[in-house]
Structures are given as C-alpha cells and as structure tokens.
C-alpha cells in the first residue's frame, strides 16, 4: 500500500513538472533563451580575444543580463498565458491547487534559469579566466530571482503581459539610475559583488555585498508572498 501510494505521488509529480515545463517553453520563450544565448557567446567571444577585460566585473553583468533574459518571458507572461489558454479556469475550479501549480512553475523556471547559467559560468571559467563559477551563479542568481519574483507579483496585479513588461522595463531603468548613487550601498539591486570600489576595503565590501543579498532573499520571499496572496482574488482573473 506505502509502496503504491508512493508511486501515486511520485507520478503525479513528474506529470505535473512535465507539464509545467510544457508551458515555460511554449510560445515566445524560445526567443529569449536564443537571446540569452547569443548575448552570452557575443560578448564571450569579444572577452576572449581582449586584452583589457576587467575579468570577473565584466563577466559579472553578462550573465545577470543573460539570466534576466531567460527568466523575464514566463515570469512576466505566465499569468496572461493561462488566461488565454483558459487553463486558469481549471486552476481556480480546484481550491489550493492554483498555488501548488504556479509555486511548482516558479521553482522550476529558476532550476532552469540556474542550471543554463551554471553552464555559462563553466564555459567562462574555462575559456575566458578561471574563476569559482558555482559561487558566480549563486551570485548572479539572487538578483534574477528577486526581479524574476518582482515581475510575477506585478503579473497577478496588472493581469497583462505586455502591461508587466512595460512597467518591468521602467522599475529597471529606476534601478540602473539609482545604481551608480547606490553604488556602496547594500540596497543597490544591481550591486557587483565582484568590483570593489576604490575607497572601500575588502572586508567592508563583503559584508556590503552579504547584507544586499540578504535583503534581496528576504524582498523575494516577501514578493512571492505577494503574488500568492493576490491568486486568492479569483474574480480578477476570471
């Protein structure tokens, strides 16, 4: 009986990854993986053949650029997809089931998003400047997943793709603004824990750096709350 139970459950979470996985790669996803692949291997192939990159500062925003590319589409339009394919029907149909779901498809388009950049950061530690490229995934990663999870909560708020993307595009240009203001600041979103500033030693620095990823960890966990609370308002979806 355990044994069958077992195997219930664990078949029914491989068709509910399986189909999930469906539904991060339809549509116009494939446009930006391809996008985020061929930024990576432009400026990899520039870096290659320089003689002045900055190594680990350059590479650093190549792949958050990169990784932001791969997570923006189904963190963005995941909500609109489901509404025109009318599956979001089915998921309010079935009390707390929406949250498993859209959790799974989360967790999943970071498990991905990190495991494409892990093999960025391989390929660079290789080709380019030896580095520790799971500790520049894990960095990269935290900044990607707080403005991945920033883009889903929108999403359950503005219910439109085009409309996320738009205000997406503006929260990130704010962000890039305040960057160089913020530039020694631990609440710099896009904060280069790799490029120490001139006039501030290296101690000081990672505990700057420590402290801005552990406000970005609690900022995501505090948006996907958020979004989360927001699928209970099932009239605004429907």
């Given amino acids: 009986m355990k044994t069958n139970n077992l195997y219930n459950i664990a078949n029914l979470i491989y068709k509910m990854i399986i189909y999930n ?14 996008g985020s692949v061929v930024f990576y291997l432009g400026l990899s192939v520039i870096y290659v053949f320089s003689t002045d990159v900055s190594k680990m500062n350059d590479l650093y925003g190549v792949f958050l650029f990169s990784g932001l ?33 859209w959790l799974v498809r989360i967790i999943l388009i970071f498990v991905i998003a990190f495991l494409i950049m892990l093999v ?8 380019i400047v030896n580095f520790q490229f799971v500790s520049m ?13 920033m ?26 603004i305040l960057s160089d203001s913020l530039e020694k600041s631990q609440w710099n979103v896009f904060l280069n824990p790799y490029e120490v ?4 030693n290296e101690t000081t620095w990672a505990i700057i750096a420590f402290k801005n990823r552990i406000i970005l960890i609690i900022g995501s966990l505090l948006f996907l709350l958020a979004a989360l609370y927001n699928l209970q308002k099932r009239e605004k979806f429907m």
């Fill in 197 to 200: 500033p001139y006039d501030v």
């Fill in 69 to 101: 590319l791969l997570v923006f589409y189904p963190t963005v339009f995941g909500i609109q997809n489901d509404q025109d394919a009318r599956t979001i029907e089915i998921l309010f149909g079935i009390p707390n089931y929406r949250y498993k779901v």
């Fill in 21 to 34: 996985l469906r539904i991060i790669f339809a549509n116009r996803f494939i446009w930006f993986l391809a």
């Fill in 151 to 176: 883009a889903f909560m929108l999403s359950t708020v503005v219910r439109n793709g085009n409309g996320t993307a738009v205000l997406m595009i503006i929260f990130g240009m704010f962000f890039l």
């Fill in 137 to 149: 995934t894990a960095q990269v990663m935290v900044p990607v997943i707080f403005l991945g999870i």
């Fill in 120 to 127: 960025f950061t391989f390929l660079s530690s290789v080709l």
